[in-house]
């Protein structure tokens, strides 16, 4: 194995885990309130892990299907189905990125919640660097209760009143 062969797996593993952490930052900005409230629903993991599985097993298989078949567009429409559950996952996992990061604190916080976000999002994507586990048990259970924790928090939303938005603060950092 020559040196770019390696650097090559590893910039491509280090790329994988960016992305991650720059979904979880991006559903942050976007979606404050709908990541609060699933960051809350991580009270209760294997409620949230069995819900996502039992919403995302279906569209996921279905997708599937859906992109063997010969014509171009029913491919494009199977990826898009296998494409919004996993989205949907990553935005509700959020949640618990939130969870991580208040774990370990920082003075920064009130000012800067992002970092919450940030801090849990590197530890978690770092612990996907774990062999098959950390490969393929941790992502799946992310993405999974990911995705319970976003219906739920969707639910939850229902039945309370709308908040306004936070305020921006334009003022340079």
């Known amino acids: 194995m020559i040196m770019a062969d390696i650097l090559k797996i590893f910039l491509l593993i280090v790329g994988g885990l960016t992305i991650y952490v720059s979904y979880w930052l991006v559903a942050h900005a976007l979606f404050p309130n709908v990541v609060q409230r699933a960051s809350e629903r991580y009270a209760t993991p294997v409620r949230i892990t069995l819900l996502g599985l039992a919403i995302g097993v279906i569209p996921f298989v279905a997708g599937a299907k859906i992109s063997q078949l010969p014509n171009p567009v029913l491919k494009l429409i199977g990826v898009v189905i296998m494409a919004v559950p996993v989205l949907l996952g990553l935005v509700g996992s959020t949640g618990l990125v939130r969870r991580i990061g208040a774990g370990l604190p920082s003075p920064l916080d009130e000012r800067q919640p992002w970092r919450r976000v940030l801090r849990g ?19 799946v259970w992310a993405l999974a209760s990911g995705l319970g924790a976003f219906v739920l928090s969707l639910k939850s939303m229902k039945s309370t009143p709308d908040q306004p938005p936070p305020v921006m603060n334009p003022s340079p950092a």
């Open 121 to 139: 999002g590197v530890l978690l994507s770092l612990t996907f660097l774990l062999p098959f586990f950390g490969w393929f048990v941790l992502p």
